[in-house]
């Protein structure tokens, strides 16, 4: 059974990283693109990154380039993204996604990935 799991999310100052992992299971990671999403309350699911299935290509969002990178570890079954400067506006639910594709879609469109964890908790406050 395809299944995700997301793990490191907490309370940090705004200035502060976390590390979100993505643990995958029940699948070939190495043929599926993997995305991460952020949903604050109230809020429509937004895309941050996507990291092809080899790895070799990534995207972001506007707001976080510069700020988040996106890695993956296939022999592990892992994604990871890590999150340096987070501002408050970076507070929201994050979800790790699978799309039964390797490539990055165009665009950082949540209709298109297939499987979901259940996702992980980041807050930045001050």
């Known amino acids: 059974q395809l299944q995700l799991v997301e793990s490191g999310g907490g309370l940090v100052q705004p200035g502060e990283s976390l590390r979100l992992s993505c643990a995958v299971s029940?699948?070939?990671?190495?043929?599926?693109?993997i995305g991460w999403f952020r949903q604050a309350p109230g809020q429509q699911r937004v895309g941050v990154s996507c990291?092809?299935?080899?790895?070799?290509?990534?995207k972001y969002g506007d707001s976080v380039k510069g700020r988040f990178t996106v890695s993956r570890e296939n022999a592990k079954n892992m994604v990871y993204l890590r999150m340096n400067s987070l501002k408050p506006e970076d507070t929201g639910k994050y979800f790790c996604?699978?799309?039964?594709?390797?490539?990055?879609?165009?665009?950082?469109?949540?209709?298109?990935?297939?499987?979901w964890g259940q996702g992980t908790q980041v807050t930045v406050s001050s």
């Open positions: 996604a699978a799309r039964q594709f390797a490539m990055c879609p165009r665009d950082l469109d949540p209709a298109r990935y297939d499987y």
């Open positions: 029940g699948f070939d990671l190495d043929h599926y693109a």
């Open positions: 990291i092809t299935g080899s790895g070799a290509s990534t």
